[in-house]
């Protein structure tokens, strides 16, 4: 069973540029969720995903944005980047149930940097 | 307040002893608890859950919850050096995970 696929694995972008990353979750998991980790705040939720819907959603600027398709795959964008938004994005997935424990599968992560 | 908090590391215990690492939580409707393993460069990967009060046991790891003093714990036992690691504790409500800074532990040989 593949896991949870992550696109770019490695990028180097400029201030001021935008970026998309592609996330592709375990066959069958409706759920999608972005995680930032940085040395400094450590791992930080960025939104979730369950049918093409969002939600909820983390404490990070407008310029952070995502969605969902109709194949569960996600796609998160930062538009105008800035110097400290240099980290490492990871998504996960899960079935996305209310009750019991929904665990989450982490992808390998793309590792942003902006320069 | 941080919504998860757990004891400041490094923890560095010898071969074959017992790790015990420590988790609190704020948010009372929490719903489900999980320990992450982290090896440096590599992604998070679940330990383990509990979403009940009590222990329990996955072969040398126990989770322990307690919702009432909204604490969190885990035990490894009889530590090896591929346990060396950060551990994240981790707590879900609302569709979200919250994590811990971590704890990195560090199991010499």
């Known amino acids: 069973k593949a896991g949870v696929t992550q696109t770019p694995r490695y990028l180097i972008k400029t201030r001021g540029q935008q970026v998309t990353l592609s996330c592709s979750p375990i066959?069958?998991?409706?759920?999608v969720s972005w995680y930032q980790q940085t040395p400094g705040q450590g791992l930080q939720f960025l939104f979730e995903?369950?049918?093409?819907?969002?939600?909820n959603k983390g404490n990070f600027p407008g310029r952070f944005s995502g969605r969902q398709f109709s194949n569960s795959r996600s796609e998160m964008n930062v538009s105008t980047l800035e110097l400290g938004d240099s980290a490492l994005y990871l998504c996960a997935s899960s079935a996305g149930q209310t009750t019991g424990a929904n665990v989450l599968t982490f992808g390998a992560g793309s590792r942003l940097t902006v320069l | 307040q941080k919504e998860v908090e757990q004891n400041s590391g490094p923890l560095s215990v010898p071969e074959g002893a017992i790790a015990s690492l420590n988790c609190t939580y704020s948010d009372r409707g929490s719903q489900s608890f999980f320990w992450y393993r982290q090896y440096s460069g590599k992604s998070p990967e679940l330990i383990m859950f509990i979403y009940s009060n009590g222990d329990k046991e996955d072969g040398r790891f126990t989770a322990q919850l307690n919702k009432a003093s909204q604490y969190v714990s885990l035990l490894i036992r009889d530590s090896q050096p591929s346990d060396s690691a950060t551990y994240l504790c981790a707590v879900h409500h609302d569709y979200k995970l919250s994590f811990g800074a971590g704890t990195t532990v560090t199991v010499r040989a």
């Open positions: 995903y369950f049918s093409e819907t969002q939600r």
């Open positions: 066959s069958g998991h409706r759920s």
